[in-house]
């Protein structure tokens, strides 16, 4: 069943002032409408000394218990290093077939990797990774299609490389 | 559609297990959890699968115990393990216990996508090389013996329940009737199957040259033992060894041949090193051994230590039935080889066929369908292209011996006794065909 919406929430110091531009090419990819707003967390308490990162399971299940509400979907957004225990880094993460997700736009800079900042760049990146993750809540594993936004991206020149729309099959599996 | 590979993950660390979990999951894998070493061996004693990746450091049994014992229960199985506390010693360990991949916590995302395709890809070409043994085996069952006779129903009947031991076993059967086809067969369906099937045909060699075969020999053991080699018994470790024409050997190789038997082990010709082999011995004879037993001419000791299964394939005047059988499976074979188009035969010509008693067997046959291919006219072999009416042997003899006497001198006739084609034609090697004309006294007119 289709959600009745999607939601952005935006925590710490991730830009707010992108919300507005992202929404309508979430909306017309996903065909939900979508609303954002800010969110309110001590991010710090989720922060990993020993990794010097962000424990994305934790704020996963945060996010779960206390922002994600009613049918809709709710993506969490911020601007933080993310880890789980057995990975070095995630870009993002959400529960299959579940409510909420959360994606991190910190590796997603080009100045991360010493390289020219580049605003429309992040903003491709940043829409792929929201709408990836999405596509997880609504069921769908990775997909071995080059350019469907449900590809595995491990460096963010694969996230380059897909589009930020469904292939046919992955259409179909989420029924968009 | 493809088989989903299936992942076990085992960490006592439950974040960790439910961060590979929705990994795997997301990727299209199917996976399965266990907290310790013994819940995980529990599961894979009722499950199957494909990859297992396990942390080293677990309270009770560790890791690298787990994986002892999983080899143990699969010799195959992959093994991937994964640990925080990297070092060289435990990484070695592991590789030396056949764990597939050592990593270390945490994984680089990629790490982690290449370490499971590389394994994915292993397990997909352990599946294909399975499946391509599975049918290699399966089309030398199918095309190498062929009938629907009674009498070669019960062969293959017997094949079946013997395959599976590693019993001695007798093929007794005249010449021709297909006994190294039943020893492959054996072979093929029996758990040996994987190692090699070695052939002897102890007919064909002196007593020095069938020791020297059979047990090897050491570099400078006798004249001309310019590098050393290994015997037959030890080519034959692990899987079969036919001795075919075992009434042959001389008493020296029978005496030979029981210690070897008896105890598995033997010494290369001029060694002095004990050599042990896990062998399974399949013989052949087309004569009675029980006789020679009784007359004094094969030990006793030796006959029941082969003698514990016996197949007796029939001769082919026994299973008439299977003859159009067999010239069918012959035609296309030939065809095939010649690179013809595929012929027929005409009803006429199977029922000479089933008339004839066929001293030579399915040899006999082979060679008279192949014959008939060859001058035929392409289309339908006929009457005329059976040398049945012009060269059918006169059947005023008595003994097995004396049709074979009488079969090499027509073949030797027919070849100008030219040695090397009158042993071509009678699939037989140069020496055996000597040995046979000096045992008949045979001479050319």
Not at chain 2, 147 to 154: D, L, N, P, R, T
Not at chain 2, 159 to 183: C, P, R
Not at chain 2, 268 to 291: M, P, Q, Y
Request: glycine share 6%; hydrophobic share 40%.
């Amino acid at each position: 069943m289709k959600p009745d919406s999607i939601t952005l929430i935006s925590f710490g110091s991730f830009e707010k002032k992108l919300l507005p531009e992202i929404v309508d090419d979430i909306a017309r990819v996903t065909g939900v409408p979508v609303l954002y707003k800010e969110g309110f967390i001590d991010v710090g308490e989720y922060f990993c000394p020993e990794r010097k990162q962000y424990d994305g399971n934790r704020l996963l299940h945060e996010i779960e218990s206390n922002f994600a509400t009613g049918t809709g979907k709710t993506i969490a957004l911020f601007n933080v290093d993310l880890f789980i225990p057995i990975l070095t880094f995630i870009y993002g993460q959400a529960f299959l077939n579940g409510r909420c997700g959360i994606v991190s736009g910190y590796r997603l800079r080009n100045e991360k990797y010493g390289l020219t900042a580049d605003d429309k760049v992040f903003t491709e990146r940043l829409i792929k990774e929201i709408i990836h993750e999405l596509g997880h809540t609504f069921g769908l594993k990775h997909c071995l299609n080059p350019v469907c936004v449900m590809r595995s991206s491990t460096y963010v020149e694969d996230i380059d490389q897909k589009s930020s729309a469904f292939c046919g099959t992955c259409r179909e599996i989420g029924s968009f | 559609m493809t088989k989903k590979i299936s992942i076990l993950v085992v960490d006592d660390e439950s974040s960790v297990r439910d961060s590979l979990y929705n990994w795997f999951i997301e990727d299209g894998f199917e996976v399965a959890c266990a907290e310790d070493a013994k819940t995980a061996l529990q599961m894979l004693e009722s499950e199957e699968f494909d990859i297992i990746l396990s942390d080293i450091k677990m309270p009770g049994m560790d890791g690298l115990e787990m994986l002892k014992r999983i080899k143990n229960l699969k010799k195959d199985a992959i093994v991937i393990m994964m640990t925080a506390f990297a070092t060289v010693e435990t990484a070695v360990q592991a590789l030396k216990e056949g764990a597939f991949d050592y990593v270390t916590k945490p994984f680089d995302p990629d790490d982690l996508t290449h370490l499971i395709r590389n394994a994915s890809r292993q397990v997909s070409l352990m599946d294909e090389n399975e499946k391509l043994k599975e049918k290699v085996i399966s089309l030398e069952n199918v095309e190498d013996l062929i009938g629907e006779s009674e009498g070669m129903q019960k062969v293959l009947r017997e094949i079946a329940n013997v395959a599976q031991s590693s019993a001695s076993v007798i093929i007794n059967g005249e010449s021709g009737t297909g006994k190294e086809l039943v020893a492959r067969a054996i072979h093929a369906n029996s758990a040996r199957r994987f190692f090699p099937l070695v052939s002897v045909h102890c007919g064909a060699l002196s007593e020095s040259l069938l020791e020297s075969e059979l047990f090897g020999h050491e570099k400078g053991a006798f004249t001309g033992a310019i590098y050393s080699r290994k015997g037959r018994f030890e080519m034959a470790d692990n899987g079969t060894i036919f001795l075919d024409e075992i009434a042959t050997i001389s008493p020296k190789m029978q005496v030979e041949l029981l210690r070897v038997l008896e105890t598995r082990s033997f010494m290369r010709v001029g060694g002095n090193k004990e050599i042990k082999s896990d062998f399974r011995v399949i013989c052949a004879t087309n004569r009675d051994l029980k006789a020679m037993v009784d007359n004094g001419t094969f030990r006793e000791d030796l006959y029941y230590r082969l003698n514990v299964v016996q197949i007796n394939v029939p001769p082919l005047r026994e299973r008439t039935g299977d003859i159009p059988l067999l010239a069918e499976y012959f035609i296309k074979k030939y065809c095939t080889s010649m690179n013809r188009p595929l012929m027929t035969i005409e009803p006429a010509a199977i029922r000479r066929l089933e008339e004839f008693p066929f001293p030579g067997n399915i040899r006999e046959l082979e060679n008279m369908i192949e014959r008939a291919i060859v001058v035929g006219n392409g289309k339908r072999i006929t009457l005329k292209d059976l040398p049945i009416e012009k060269t059918g042997v006169s059947y005023n003899v008595e003994s097995l011996d004396d049709v074979e006497k009488q079969h090499i001198s027509f073949i030797l006739n027919k070849y100008n006794w030219n040695i090397s084609s009158a042993a071509k034609a009678l699939k037989v090697d140069r020496v055996t065909l000597y040995n046979k004309i000096r045992k008949y006294s045979l001479k050319q007119a």
